[in-house]
Every structure is written in structure tokens, then in C-alpha cells.
């Protein structure tokens, strides 16, 4: 497989045709996604400017389990997002990867995002690692039994915006990371075992600046891996990628649906 050694694409048809090289000569490919892949869906992201987190701070886990009026916040700020997530389709991003799924091409995605779209984009829930969970439902802390967004709006609303308990006491939260939080073992332990089995790895739409989930491209690397990273910014490991595409991620991607 040809390797494009720190390559920064200098144009758009430049970046296609070269991804597009790299992409043919791959036995397996596995996709790395970040909030940028989301962006044109409606989903903000939170690190940038005028995202999620600069106009609220993050909840850390710690301040979510001690204090009923930190799960109640944490509540209210997941339903004013709802409009945003229960609008967003699978953007051309999305697709794309899917399309590289069904082509054989990539054994299961990896993902940092928590909104559910690669799954909605047709790649099956088994084959999306989600690094950061998922906030399209919700689990029981103590107990893990699920529960589904409307029913817990349903409960807020009817008791003055706060959030009920679970009915074996564990608190309810939506299934995603919160800073403070364990990573999931077996979600991360996967991701691993991809990022060193694979010959191609797309870095898409992350800043590549969270730990430990930024370790998996330089994982895939150093075990032999292209590393391609598609973002709009620079990120620390540029100099270490064989090719980086810093064109619109959808515009990237593109050519590559329904191959």
C-alpha cells in the first residue's frame, strides 16, 4: 500500500484522489469519528468557539452523583439539545463510512460522537464502537435497566423538572461519558483491537486533543497503519499522517457514497 509521507492536500480533487488511492490499496479500514463529522447534521460540537461547552461547563460525573440539583441541571441542558439531535440525519460523512461498511471494506467504526447517527447512517449497533456512549436513551447507574428519552422528559416535566430515580434507587443518566467517568472497558479494549489490525486509519472530524481515545491513531501507526486525518483544523498529529485532508469533511467524503 503507497503511503503519502506528511502530505497535506493542497486542494480539494487533490485530497479526493489521494484518499481515494489509499482507500483502494486498504484490506481494512477503520474510521475514527469526532464532533466535526456531525457538524452539518445540526449538532454542535462543544470544544470550538460558541459550542456547547462555552456557553455551559461540562457536569463532571462526581458532581452529577452527589447532588440532585447537578442531575436535575444535567437534565434540562439534554432536552434543550433534543431538538438538535432529534432533527439530525446522517450527513454525507456518515454515509460515506456506511458505504465503505458495505463495501467490506471497514469492519466497524470507532467513534468519540454520542448522537447515534452512524448508527442511523445503516452501520449495525454491533459494528459502532462508541467511545463516549450514546445520549438517544438513558440507563440506571446501579441497576443498568434502560429507559428511553420521552418517558424521563415526561417524569421531569410532571415533577417541577426533576429528574426521577430509577425504581431501584440508582440515578438515571443518559448513556454517555461524563468527565470523571470510566471509559467502558469493552468498548475500549475493541477499539484497540482494530486500530492495531488495521492498514488504514481515517481520523475524521476530531481534534484529537481527548485522552485516551486520541492514543488510538497513533496506535494504528505505529503498528504499520496510513493514517489519514480529514479536520477542518490542524491537530498535533498532523506531522505524523500520511495524508491530511483539511477541506470540508462532507465535501471529502462525498465521492465515496454508494461505491
Not at 506528511?6 to 489509499?22: C, G, K, N, T, V
Not at 442511523?120 to 428511553?148: F, K, M, W
Not at 486533543?209 to 480529514?230: D, T, Y
Request: negative net charge.
Amino acid at each position: 500500500m503507497s503511503h503519502y509521507i506528511a502530505m497535506i492536500a493542497p486542494d480539494l480533487e487533490s485530497a479526493i484522489a489521494s484518499l481515494r488511492d489509499l482507500i483502494e490499496g486498504a484490506r481494512a479500514i477503520v474510521p475514527f469519528t469526532g464532533a466535526g463529522i456531525s457538524t452539518e447534521c445540526g449538532i454542535p460540537d462543544f470544544r470550538s468557539p460558541g459550542g456547547l461547552w462555552s456557553k455551559n461547563q461540562p457536569i463532571p460525573f462526581d458532581a452529577f452523583m452527589t447532588s440532585r440539583e447537578m442531575r436535575n441541571e444535567a437534565w434540562r441542558r439534554r432536552f434543550v439539545m433534543q431538538e438538535s439531535f432529534a432533527k439530525a440525519k446522517p450527513g454525507r460523512g456518515h454515509r460515506a463510512l456506511a458505504s465503505l461498511y458495505r463495501a467490506g471494506k471497514v469492519p466497524a467504526l470507532v467513534t468519540q460522537n454520542i448522537d447515534n447517527l452512524h448508527q442511523d447512517s445503516g452501520i449495525p449497533p454491533d459494528d459502532v464502537v462508541e467511545l463516549h456512549g450514546n445520549t438517544t436513551y438513558a440507563t440506571c447507574l446501579e441497576c443498568a435497566q434502560r429507559y428511553e428519552l420521552p418517558w424521563v422528559k415526561e417524569q421531569f416535566d410532571a415533577n417541577g423538572q426533576h429528574v426521577p430515580d430509577c425504581r431501584c434507587g440508582g440515578f438515571i443518566k443518559t448513556a454517555t461519558v461524563s468527565f470523571g467517568q470510566s471509559m467502558p472497558a469493552d468498548a475500549m479494549q475493541r477499539a484497540e483491537q482494530l486500530s492495531k489490525s488495521c492498514d488504514l486509519f481515517l481520523a475524521v472530524g476530531s481534534s484529537l486533543v481527548v485522552w485516551p481515545a486520541a492514543g488510538f491513531p497513533l496506535m494504528a501507526k505505529r503498528n504499520g497503519a496510513a493514517l489519514v486525518i480529514i479536520n477542518r483544523e490542524p491537530t498535533e498529529f498532523d506531522e505524523l499522517a500520511d495524508l491530511v485532508v483539511r477541506n470540508d469533511i462532507g465535501d471529502s467524503l462525498a465521492p465515496f457514497i454508494d461505491l
